[in-house]
């Protein structure tokens, strides 16, 4: 009994920690088809942080050059990019699109990755009465919500877009402790949930 009440809460200290993950794109990003050019703002990016091989579509560029503003990759497998002032670019965490050099997707800030989850509300927790388990945000979003078992099995996954308040049915949930696993694009937090009914 003992290994497995370790066991629970060494689970419950694992998941209760806050996770955040978030892109980060150079801001300035050219080709020339052949090759792509990163600039990065000066002590924003170490080299050892940046991937070896970036990916455009099909094609492979592998980074020949890196310092502290600039880094170059140059074409190893694929073609030519064959419009190279509009590419998406894959650096294994995620994509970063560029139009003319300047990035076009967006990148969240780490003032607006607080803004977004300070204001969360999972309530209530624990649930005590009811069926329905209640997901605020601070503004409206479009979110991936994932509820777990303690032994990591998925147990509920629903979606939310654009809203501020989402419901969870949990009524054929038995009473334990799930993990509530919250994904805004590639930013996550995991919440911990108590069912005691």
């Known amino acids: 009994m003992k290994n ?13 920690t806050k996770s955040l993950v978030a892109q980060s794109c150079p801001p300035t990003g050219f080709s020339n088809g ?3 050019y990163f600039f990065y703002d000066t002590g924003t990016s170490a ?10 579509g099909a094609s492979v560029f592998s980074r020949v ?8 990759y140059d074409l ?6 064959s419009n190279p002032s509009m590419f998406t670019a894959g650096f294994g965490y995620g994509t ?8 076009t997707n967006e990148v969240l800030s780490i003032e ?14 624990p649930l005590v ?9 601070n503004t409206s979003v479009s979110a991936t919500l994932n509820l777990y078992d303690i032994t990591g099995k998925s147990v509920i996954k629903d979606q939310t877009s654009n809203s501020m308040v989402k419901p969870m049915s949990l009524v054929n949930l038995p009473n334990g402790v799930y993990l509530l696993k919250i994904s805004i694009d590639n930013l996550a937090i995991t919440k911990k949930v108590v069912v005691m009914r």
Do not use: H, W
């Open 96 to 103: 970063c699109e560029y139009t003319n050099g300047t990035l």
């Open 4 to 16: 497995y009440y370790f066991l629970l809460m060494l689970c419950i200290g694992l998941f209760t």
């Open 76 to 81: 190893t497998s694929g073609s030519a990019l």
């Open 65 to 72: 050059y890196c310092d502290d503003s600039y880094s170059r």
């Open 129 to 137: 009465s009811g069926n329905d388990l209640f997901v605020k945000f």
């Open 47 to 56: 080299c050892v942080d940046r991937p070896l091989n970036v990916s455009v």
């Open 112 to 125: 607006d990755i607080e803004a977004l989850f300070n204001g969360l509300k999972v309530y209530p927790n």
């Open 34 to 36: 052949t090759s792509l």
